[in-house]
């Protein structure tokens, strides 16, 4: 009943610069919490930043100063702007949804995933 589709990876040069887009769709009666997450080669998953209805960020400590995650509550959208890219940034990206279905079901909804590469 929901989809969460992702735009924006690519293949970037250390230093440079990418912008993240999610969108949500479907029955969504509301949403809670929104964030990114992403998968490098050989490890597991992990939450790069979210946020919350209430707008307030979190974000891995890695990341802070360099990743900024911005929402839209009208448009059910999220994203993640990335600056000063490293080669340990290579991931694939995967947008994450917690959220209210229409029927009052609460579950969380998972993007395909994008790829963002950093070259040395």
């Known amino acids: 009943q929901v989809q969460l589709v992702e735009f924006g990876g690519g293949l970037v040069q250390a230093g440079g610069s990418l912008r993240l887009s999610c969108a949500a769709s479907g029955s969504i009666f509301s949403i809670n919490v929104m964030g990114w997450y992403r998968r490098a080669p050989g490890k597991q998953r992990e939450l790069v930043a979210s946020?919350?209805?209430?707008?307030?960020?979190n974000a891995l400590d890695s990341v802070k100063g360099r990743f900024t995650i911005s929402r839209d509550n009208a448009k059910n959208t999220v994203d993640l702007q990335i600056n000063s890219l490293k080669p340990e940034d290579t991931a694939v990206y995967y947008c994450?949804?917690?959220?209210?279905?229409?029927?009052?079901?609460?579950?969380?909804?998972w993007g395909q995933g994008t790829q963002v590469t950093v070259s040395s």
């Open positions: 946020i919350p209805s209430g707008g307030i960020t």
């Open positions: 994450n949804a917690g959220l209210w279905e229409t029927s009052s079901r609460y579950r969380n909804y």
